[in-house]
Nanobody, 126 residues
Framework: QLQLVESGGGLVQSGGSLRLSCAAS????????IGWFRQAPGKEREGVSC????????NYADSVKGRFTISRDSAKITVYLQMNSLKPEDTAVYYC???????????????????WGQGTQVTVSS
């Protein structure tokens, strides 16, 4: 069964950093684009970043460009989201998701992803 597990969330002060991990269980991510999404209380789940399955193409939401970096490990088992210069408005539950294909592109549309992790809480204090 295809499972994704997020980790690395926590409480950090404004300006701090966290690195989130998205680990695949029971499969490799070779053929999957991976997206990171977040959902703050009372708000819709929004796309943060994504990476294509094979070419390493990435996309970022405007709100995180220059602060967040998405990457894969060489074994393509784990995808990371390095978050720097965190702001209180980055506080949310962060989810990773997998979408089959998307070799040379990725999208941050929730409807494109059909495998989701359970989420990890990120809280940024001011």
């Amino acid at each position: 069964q295809l499972q994704l597990v997020e980790s690395g969330g926590g409480l950090v002060q404004s300006g701090g950093s966290l690195r989130l991990s998205c680990a695949a269980s029971g499969f490799t991510l070779n053929y999957y684009a991976i997206g990171w999404f977040r959902q703050a209380p009372g708000k819709e789940r929004e796309g943060v970043s994504c990476i294509s399955s094979s070419s390493g193409i990435t996309n970022y939401a405007d709100s995180v460009k220059g602060r967040f970096t998405i990457s894969r490990d060489s074994a393509k088992i784990t995808v990371y989201l390095q978050m720097n210069s965190l702001k209180p408005e980055d506080t949310a539950v962060y989810y990773c998701a997998a979408a089959w294909g998307f070799r040379n592109m990725c999208v941050m549309s929730r409807d494109s992803y059909n495998h989701w992790g359970q989420g990890t809480q990120v809280t940024v204090s001011s």
